[in-house]
């Protein structure tokens, strides 16, 4: 199957635009009476024929609707973007991948990257979504202090991967039935002063695994545990 992505959605009809438009029209060369399939990003997946194809857009007829629900707790990674942004936009495409809900881009005092273009990374993300056939399409978050992030409240497990843990791993640590979000520093690890902050702030140390991980590494590794547990639970 062949997922596409438009949120130019009426009652009976929906859009497709920009990249959707030309993959479809131009690379697949699809036709008029075609049939292809449709999310919004947020959950619905769509059962669309070609109704009219023009330069910019392709208008599709809406022939079913249906829901596709998850009760999966929602996972969320937090996570200092690489210098290399090749390597952070590695971790978002598997990341999604694999199944991700939330991803909160954090400076920290060690942070290699000081900006960060979601636009660009959002496409990653999208792409990602559209690849491995998921209907919901996770959210990335503006780049945030870490002072600004780590008092934010949240309702759900809150974990910190610290490379001085080792015998205090995460999959054993959580439950994999209720939200959880997982902290990952820098290539020069968080400060004492953000360590401290962090267990003062609700989260608990984690180990990944007895190897020390690249940042980008350590959250696909972290996503792929988080995921694990909740299949099992």
């Known amino acids: 199957m062949q997922l596409f992505y438009s949120t130019d959605i009426t009652e009976n009809s929906l859009l497709l635009t920009e ?16 049939q292809i399939t449709v999310t919004d990003g947020s959950g619905y997946k769509y059962s669309c024929v070609i109704s009219e194809i023009h330069r910019n857009q392709t208008e599709l007829e809406i022939l079913g ?3 596709i629900s998850s009760d999966r ?5 937090a996570i200092a973007p690489t210098k290399n942004m090749s390597r952070f936009e590695w971790f978002l495409e598997k990341s999604t991948e694999i199944g991700i809900d939330k991803v909160y881009p954090i400076l920290t005092k060690y942070s290699e990257r000081k900006v960060l273009k979601t636009e660009r990374c959002k496409k990653v993300i999208l792409s990602a979504m559209k690849q491995s056939q998921q209907f919901s399409l996770p959210v990335l978050h503006e780049l945030q202090s870490w002072k600004e992030f780590v008092k934010k409240e949240y309702s759900g497990h809150k974990y910190i991967a610290y490379v001085d843990i080792e015998n205090n791993p995460l999959a054993k640590q959580y439950n994999g039935k209720e939200e959880v979000l997982l902290l990952i520093g820098p290539e020069g690890d968080f400060s ?3 360590i401290e902050q962090a267990f003062a702030n609700g989260f608990k140390a984690v180990s990944l695994g007895r190897n020390r991980l690249r940042t980008e590494t350590a959250a696909i ?3 792929q545990i988080l995921n694990g547990v909740i299949d099992r639970s």
């Open 221 to 223: 590794v972290g996503t």
């Open 192 to 194: 004492k002063e953000e």
């Open 73 to 77: 707790p929602t996972i969320s990674i």
């Open 65 to 67: 609707k249906e829901q």
């Open 19 to 34: 990249d959707d438009h030309r993959h479809c029209s131009k690379v697949l060369r699809k036709k008029v009476g075609d």
